[in-house]
């Protein structure tokens, strides 16, 4: 009776794509009650529609699917997966009560959460918007696209095999996706995301110390002689050797300026560059872990970075 | 004013809108939206450029768990409003999404807890075995979100861009320089808030390698994703904490869930 109710009650590939489909609307009435939890009845609605006909199960069904649920919006999707199973096998007859499936998708979801931030939000976004952003800030195009784009790509992939395989592996995905793969994954990409974040810090961060340290006259032969070059011009006799001269004693390191200015800039440069921005990072990253809110730093730093500026301290 | 332009401006801001609780597509991030809001206002450089440094500063902004981030999308739909379709300047508008962030992040606490009484509403059709009633609410949801954005779009639109200009002006250069200075300063707060998230003290190490790699100037991001992937993938074979047992034997099961999970499927 339950092996042939099994084959009735079975979710095409098509009932699955739905629901993928409108999983990705599981946040869009996010409340401060149960969270996703109309979100999470609406991505289930084709697969009970199909399990279920009368009036009294779809009610049962949906009441159930309306609890508390919330977790990283993407890696709810294996969570769906492992639900359309046992909701395939209770309408076939199984003896699934409501406790069980809720316990599921709670069991499920505070692991998953805590590994689909780092991985997304943590990591990729981060990485992919500044790699974007710094394609945009150059006037590219392709900044926007390929942010689009890519983000898009890998976040619906993500979203349908993450979910096949929930539906394939049924309860056993909790321990393999909790387990060591999952762990594996967030510290690869933890380990990815920590050095490129050491990379953009410096490179992208906007500090300019402008303030001058030193004003030296340069010695006359440490200077490019430019008092000949323009002298022969004149005279209509400037040849491409002198070119070349002035292009070789540049190359060699001679100043072009009458008079070398040192800023704190450069001073710090010479330390290591970007070593202002990296401190500054440090100090946000250390009174984060004392709680003070991010609007609060940035806050913060716009009044510091507009009294440097009037000090002439920044620029 | 052109009616196609409001029109296209009002779509992209109620897109942003259902993106900022969605958080699936991504029309709520700068670089996206900033964008696309100067293609709409026919000024489509100053949106690429305003969505390039709003994005550097929003890296951080996240929602995680009931906690809800700054608001990307009011800060970038309203201040790529008044850079590309008033004509405001790139610094100012960065210095304005800043204040329009937290604006947004209020409306959306309020749309959230609005929907706790869409959720009870829903409760009693389900009762009744409604599908088409659940959907229904959770669209409506939907759209509130979207209208978050877009209202306040159509009046920052509403406003006469002689006001705009009139105000802009009156802002003091030692201001506006300051605030420019201290644009490029706040993208650490981003940074700091992805750091902190992913940091623990073996991880450190490698934010301290990026740092100094990233002086020598040839080595571009592509450059830098690879040695990246290379080290992530070191550390995963050579880590202790995934390693255990190497060397006595193993036990039937085989040591790597990937495989087994690749092997069933």
Known sequence: MVEENKNKYRLTKKDRLNVFWRSQFLQASWNFERMQNIGWAYAMIPALKKLYTSKEDRASALKRHLEFFNTHPYLAAPVLGVTLTLEEEKAAGEDIDNAAIQGVKIGMMGPLAGVGDPIFWGTIRPVLGAFAASLALSGSWLGPIIFFLAWNIIRMAFLWYSQELGYVQGGNITQNLAGGLMQKLTQGASVLGMFIMGVLVPRWTNMNFPLVLSRVDVAENEMVNFGAISEAANEGVLSGDMLRGVVEEIQAGLSIQPVEVTTLQNTLDELIPGLAPLLLTLFCVWLLRKKVSPITIIAGLFVLGTLGYVVGLLG | ?265
């Open chain 2, 1 to 265: 004013m052109d009616i196609i332009t409001i029109v296209l401006v009002v779509f992209v801001a109620f897109l942003a809108g259902m993106e900022g609780i969605l958080d699936q597509f991504q029309f709520h991030q700068p670089i996206v939206a900033c964008t696309l809001i100067g293609l709409a206002a026919g000024n489509p450089m100053q949106g690429l450029l305003l969505g390039g440094t709003l994005q550097l500063i929003a890296l951080g902004w996240m929602n995680i768990g009931a906690a809800v981030a700054p608001d990307a999308a009011l800060a970038s739909i309203a201040s790529a409003i008044l850079v590309t379709y008033h004509g405001a300047g790139i610094s100012e508008g960065i210095a304005l999404a800043i204040p329009l962030a937290i604006a947004g992040q209020v409306l959306t606490i309020f749309v959230r807890t609005l929907t706790v009484a869409i959720a009870h509403a829903t409760d009693r059709k389900a009762t009744e075995g409604s599908f088409r009633a659940v959907e229904f609410y959770h669209i409506g949801a939907l759209m509130l979100q979207g209208l978050r954005i877009a209202i306040p779009a159509i009046i920052i639109l509403s406003v006469p861009p002689q006001l705009v200009t009139d105000a802009l002006n009156a802002i003091p250069a030692w201001l506006t320089g300051g605030l420019a200075v201290a644009g490029g300063m706040i993208v650490a707060v981003g940074y700091a808030m992805v750091i902190n998230m992913m940091a623990t003290p073996k991880l450190w190490l490698f934010f301290a390698l990026g740092f100094a790699l990233s002086a020598i100037g040839e080595l571009n991001l592509i450059a830098m994703g690879i040695i990246g992937v290379v080290l992530a993938l070191l550390y995963l074979q050579f880590a202790p904490e995934f390693n255990q047992g190497g060397g006595g034997g193993g036990n039937s099961s085989g040591g790597d869930p990937l495989d087994d999970i690749l092997n069933d499927y």
